[in-house]
């Protein structure tokens, strides 16, 4: 007969059942355990679970973060940054060889700057900046479908659900600081085709994720929002965490942790975290007056100018959706409206980094999902557009280690398709990686018994645009 007291010592308890390495920790050295592992779970390090303090990368690089304009939607590329003199000859003609009535630029293209490269009257505030870009002509994708595409330039991935370029780089880098996300998207409006898809974190723990904020709210409140609990100070909020913390390891002791709640807790943490810092970071009121008339006060404008302010404060990668680019038709007029939306805001972006000492290791990424054919839309209205072309675009990117006025690759004489120096969508991708320091076939994360990496089995490095 087993005497009361061993039965008190070896039966099982609660705790028993519920202790994890979070409980143990927290128990032991009076909590100081817990207060580390905290900063492990907003820190970490390179190629781990979580984002982390700075990491050095593989290579030398100058680009730390990166700022990516996407103008979803598959922008005309000859109606833009790439000049097309001999389809404006052949306007109204047939072109039997690309299935269609040729149709000629209405915009004027003119050389700028010393390198004196041609951009359209689309972009007069932008074209001041070429001397800083690097203009690619020559960019392919694999299909003209606004989902797929567009999910595939943001993740590498056609099919299955994949990293984002954003959460990648936060895996590699890690953050710079823990009061903010370090990865943010910025929209004006309701989600894009692929909607979280194109910021998400999938097989990488869920922290690498973007954090999605609306720029078009009127207040930081609306913006973020239940960012702030009107009901609780920030020391009961304290408590309330540490609560949850402690119910969370009594579920996962002996158990396998659940990444999806690790991943929710640890945006319970970041949240709060975020109530002074992050709230300061989108209040752009409290720029100076020239700084906010550079940028302007339209909504592109905001963006541009929240953009700034987050890398100054650390963040990683922030994406700027500029949508509205799909002009079926009245492009002469259509187009036009969505360049001057983004051509100040974005030249004004160029110039503050600039004169901030921020562009040089701060990578500005334009561009969208896809070009446009070169000849009438198929609709065949009185007001026509073009159609989508995955076989020729533009895009520019500026500071971060990239080799400015210059010009790479080209399309063939009409613009349809990609000819010279092509650059595929997983080439942007490595050569994106390696200006931030890695080899594209070595920032790898195991998963489902393989290693996974945002360019799959390709992408070649783009040695001609590195500076």
Known sequence: MKSEQYLRDHSPRLDDLCLSRRQFLQ???????????????????????????????????????????????????????????????????????????AMGSSFKFSKH????????????????????????????????????????????????????????????????????????????????????LNWGSAFLPGNFQATSINTRANSVDQMIQNIRNHSLDRGEQRRQLDLVQKLNAMQQKNLQEDPQMEARIKSFEMAYRMQMEATDAFDVSKEPQNIRELYGDSPQGKQMLIARRLIERGVRFVQVWASGWDHHEDIANKLAVSAKQVDGPAAALLTDLKQ?????????????????????????????????????????????????????????????????????????????LRLLGFDHTKLTYRYNGRDFRLTDNYGKVVDGILA
């Not at 921020?358 to 070169?374: H, K, S």
Request: charged fraction near 20%; avoid cysteine.
């Open 113 to 196: 700057s010393r390198s004196g490269i041609e951009v359209s009257d689309a972009f007069p505030e932008l074209a001041k900046h070429v001397d800083d870009m690097t203009v690619i002509r020559s960019m392919y994708t694999d299909i003209p479908a606004h989902d797929v595409a567009t999910v595939f330039m943001n993740t590498g991935s056609l099919r299955m659900a994949k990293p984002s370029l954003g959460a990648w780089t936060l895996y590699g880098l890690g953050s710079e600081n823990e009061n903010v996300p370090g990865f943010i998207s910025l929209r004006t409006g309701g989600n894009p085709p692929g909607g979280v």
């Open 356 to 432: 901030r000492g921020l562009l040089d290791n701060t990578l500005v990424i334009w561009g969208g999902e896809f070009g446009r054919t070169v000849t009438r839309d198929r609709n065949g209205n009185d007001d026509p557009g073009r159609d989508h072309n995955n076989h020729a675009f533009s895009i520019w990117l500026a500071g971060g280690g990239v080799k400015g006025g210059t010009v790479y690759g080209a399309s063939d004489e009409f613009g349809a398709r990609a000819v010279e120096n092509k650059v595929h969508v997983h080439d942007l991708h490595a050569t994106v």
């Open 27 to 101: 128990r032991a050295g009076m909590g100081f355990g817990a207060i580390g592992l905290a900063g492990l779970l907003s820190r970490g390090s390179a190629f781990g679970e979580t984002p982390g303090t700075v990491i050095r990368p593989q290579f030398p690089s100058k680009a730390t973060r990166i700022i990516h304009i996407f103008a979803q939607g598959g922008p005309s590329h000859v109606d833009t940054w790439d000049p097309k003199p001999l389809l404006n000859e052949r306007d109204g003609q047939e072109l039997p060889d690309l299935k269609g009535v």
